[in-house]
């Protein structure tokens, strides 16, 4: 669903009044931006509707993928770290990620996967001069004893071997990564947190006056966790914590959506799997996935269709993007321009 801009009538008018026309076109245009620019900084849910209509996996101007991994305290530990750094962000995986997820195949990580919306938060991080770290959990999913212990353990010992201790330290952590960042948040000092596809632990933490700054990013299809994130919006604010909300839409596929987002999937092949999903059934006219794409059997599909290969290494990278797309619970960087913008305001 795309969000449309106000488009105003041509203006016509006599000759000699043609600069008080401009002006007052001007300050209309002005006021009309007053008054519709959405901004995710209060409490206010911040609506995203854009379609990725951009190819968003190239940031060769800006920032290359050179991770450095390492084993400690029982786990995985990658990270980079760009030159002259002006803060520190942790990543948190979802139930069955990994910190190899966040990171492309390299020499220096060859057994990195690199998935879509993992690569492209790291690449926004690292451009916007953030030194990253992701760990990996030690279970399938996160848990909130000891683990939590063994990761602020981890941070604080890699931060300090960096030397970057001293500079502003943020979060963000989707679905168990979420909650398990909201944890970790009574227990280390953040300047912000994101939590993304996740309500928190907020029923079952202490919440001081100096949790961090919290910024929930969502999707309003999961009515359950959309009621819970309302109410913990509310009693973060009783406690005078700064909260924001980013809602994420569903959005159209189009024949180059996949192309523009997985690297290594041309644009011939996405488009051969839009007319696929078309002929299945799997979209409806306008785009839009008609089920999540955990629920479509579009890897049967394609197996069935003898003249379209998938290399088995994009498997998992399509089947985030169809799950993006239909917008009910994914890891998305659609909205890094929000979570940046929240971690930057929120510098201490």
Not at 125 to 131: H, M, P, Y
Not at 254 to 269: K, Q, V, Y
Not at 325 to 339: K, P, R
Request: aromatic share 10%; net charge neutral.
């Amino acid at each position: 669903m795309l969000k449309r801009g106000y488009k105003p009538a041509p203006w016509t008018g006599a000759l000699n009044c043609r600069v008080s026309v401009f002006l007052m076109f001007l300050t209309l245009m002005l006021v009309f931006f007053l008054v519709f620019h959405n901004d995710s900084d209060g409490a206010n849910p911040s609506l995203a509707y854009e379609r990725p209509n951009k190819k968003e996996n190239s940031f060769d101007s800006l920032v290359h993928l050179h991770p450095t991994k390492e084993f400690r305290n029982g786990t995985d530990l990658i990270w980079q770290v760009p030159e002259s750094p002006k803060g520190v962000l942790f990543l948190a995986h979802g139930c069955d990620g990994r910190a190899l997820n966040f990171w492309d195949k390299s020499p220096e990580c060859p057994d990195c996967i690199g998935l879509p919306e993992e690569r492209l938060l790291v690449l926004h991080g690292l451009a916007q001069g953030f030194a990253v770290i992701t760990i990996s959990s030690a279970q399938r999913c996160w848990t909130f004893g000891k683990e939590v212990l063994v990761v602020k353990d981890i941070i604080e010992w890699w931060t300090g071997r960096r030397k970057l201790e001293k500079l502003p330290l943020v979060a963000l952590g989707a679905s168990s990564g979420g909650y398990f960042v909201s944890v970790l948040a009574t227990a280390m000092k953040f300047s912000s947190i994101v939590i993304m596809i996740a309500e928190g632990m907020f029923e079952q933490i202490d919440i001081r006056g100096d949790y961090p700054p919290t910024l929930f990013v969502h999707m309003p299809k999961d009515l359950y966790r959309q009621q819970k994130i309302d109410e913990y919006v509310e009693v973060l604010k009783d406690r005078r914590i700064d909260v924001g909300v980013v809602e994420c839409m569903e959005f159209p596929l189009s024949p180059n959506t996949l192309a523009d987002r997985i690297p290594g999937l041309d644009l011939p092949l996405s488009r051969k799997i839009f007319e696929l999903f078309q002929e299945k059934g799997f979209i409806d006219k306008n785009g839009y996935m008609k089920k999540d794409g955990r629920k479509i059997k579009w890897k049967k599909a394609l197996e069935e269709k003898k003249t379209l290969v998938l290399d088995n290494n994009l498997v998992s990278h399509v089947q985030e993007e169809l799950n993006l797309a239909f917008a009910y619970h994914e890891m998305t960087s659609l909205h890094s321009d929000q979570i940046f913008k929240w971690f930057e305001s929120h510098r201490s």
